[in-house]
């Protein structure tokens, strides 16, 4: 009865099962659901009908429901490839990636060759940072599939996000071979030559990647910096400009405009200028500090700081303002009987972490942590900090109440001839020498110790700066 009800018998369910797949390649996906329910109807254990309904409702957005039926065929033939695939898709579109993860990781257990299992539980692994997992798998793919572009692109990604430039470059432009422009590979590319010091390179990619898309923010910002390093203002200042269009309300890239334009006169580089400066900076900061720039001022700093206290044996409790990755940080570490460290950039102070030698890292404002702290300390540092503040009036003001009494307060800044303070068009301002030593008697500060220095190179010229010690009295 119930097969003349349905109007075929279970030795039709094949030719009724192909229909039905017609149907949902056709966009017919109701009437490709209703047969297929039919099926399910006459032969509930017909594994490939219940597969492919979770297919259709997939198509038609239902994932959850396709996640019930990929699992109600995966119990009745739990060695069933499609649908353990399937079961992974579904499982994405949900966000349920561990889930998803273990559905392909099954998967391939039954068959170690399926090339598409693979590259997506690559791919999730890639998402969940789970990097050297990841890489396992795409180069088991690239063995068999040399020429395949999404497998050549995210080892490129992985080996980027592991640091491995130069292996990151050689999959990404096997990449570039196998398909036309593709403009996040020519970002990342310029990114990696940015890295390694190759400037010219990394603004020909980035420009590259411009052409494919002129509305790419990310390559009017880093074309934005490399011009900054290349001392082009004006081509900086377009990129720039260029970025605020399409970001009106991004305040680091507004600060931008405004620093290159020389439009106003500029107080403080705001903080979403300082973080955003140094999340990008912060994997390859010390290197291109301490070898392209040739940094000293870590132990510069120590030497003048050591120097007043005729290197008596001393144990303080330090506070590192701005400690970035904590070069600053490491010569004082053998004085400190606590060493805290205070910076905006996230990444900066991961890299700080990494080095073990603070006892708190606090990602914050100076001036707030300044403003907010009940803890008193014997020397605070600021080590590249007064280059990013204008007025320093707030921040002599707090660090005289955040010392003990003859506490130290030792800092750098670069070197004005006219005016008190001025923007740069580096980004970096100075300070005239008149100008900080009265702050320090406003502030009742001594000036114990002063030193005029170069503290880096910048496009193979010196930068001249201050360097100053002063004591609260």
Not at 85 to 96: E, P
Request: one cysteine or more; proline letters at 3%; hydrophobic letters at 40%.
């Amino acid at each position: 009865m119930k097969k003349a009800t349905l109007g075929f018998s279970d030795s039709h369910l094949p030719i009724q099962l192909n229909l039905a797949n017609i149907y949902k390649i056709q966009g017919l996906y109701d009437k490709a659901a209703e047969l297929l329910q039919k099926i399910i109807q006459l032969n509930p254990d017909y594994v490939p009908a219940l597969n492919n309904l979770g297919t259709v409702l997939y198509a038609r957005g239902k994932f959850e429901d396709a996640v019930n039926l990929y699992h109600r065929a995966l119990q009745k033939k739990p060695d069933y490839i499609d649908a353990y695939y399937n079961l992974g898709l579904a499982l994405i579109k949900q966000n349920k990636l561990d889930e998803a993860c273990s559905a392909y990781q099954t998967l391939l257990t039954y068959s170690s060759s399926h090339f598409a299992a693979r590259f997506h539980l690559a791919s999730i692994l890639i998402q969940q940072e789970k990097i050297d997992e990841a890489l396992k798998h795409l180069l088991l793919i690239e063995k068999e599939h040399p020429f395949h572009f999404e497998t050549q692109s995210n080892l490129g990604t992985c080996y980027l996000k592991k640091g491995l430039l130069g292996e990151a470059k050689s999959h990404y432009l096997k990449a570039l071979e196998l398909t036309a422009e593709d403009m996040q590979i020519l970002f990342n590319l310029g990114v990696i030559n940015s890295q390694q010091g190759h400037m010219d390179n990394a603004i020909q990619y980035y420009q590259r990647a411009l052409r494919v898309n002129p509305d790419f923010f990310p390559a009017h910002n880093n074309l934005g910096i490399a011009f900054i390093i290349k001392q082009h203002a004006g081509f900086a200042l377009h990129h720039f400009q260029e970025a605020l269009r399409l970001e009106p309300h991004n305040e680091a890239i507004q600060y931008t405009v405004k620093m290159l334009a020389q439009s106003e006169r500029l107080l403080a580089a705001p903080p979403a200028y300082i973080t955003s400066l140094f999340d990008a900076y912060a994997d390859h900061y010390e290197p291109h500090l301490l070898v392209a720039l040739d940094y000293i001022l870590p132990n510069q700093l120590k030497e003048i700081v050591l120097a007043e206290i005729n290197n008596q044996e001393i144990s303080w409790d330090i506070l590192d303002l701005g400690c970035g990755t904590g070069l600053c940080g490491v010569p004082f570490k053998a004085y400190a009987k606590s060493l805290t460290g205070v910076d905006l950039s996230e990444k900066m102070l991961d890299v700080a972490r990494e080095k073990n030698i603070y006892d708190a890292l606090i990602q914050q404002n100076v001036l707030m942590f300044l403003t907010d702290q009940k803890e008193k300390y014997d020397l605070i540092l600021a080590g590249d900090v007064l280059v990013y503040l204008g007025d320093l009036q707030e921040l002599f003001q707090k660090s005289y109440y955040t010392l003990r009494l003859g506490g130290l307060f030792a800092f750098n800044t670069e070197i004005s001839e006219g005016m008190d303070y001025r923007m740069n068009q580096s980004g970096r301002f100075s300070h005239q020498n008149l100008y900080l030593e009265e702050l320090s008697e406003k502030n009742h500060f001594s000036v114990v110790s002063y030193k005029r220095l170069i503290t880096r190179m910048q496009n193979n010229e010196p930068v001249h700066g201050h360097l100053y010690v002063l004591k609260k009295i």
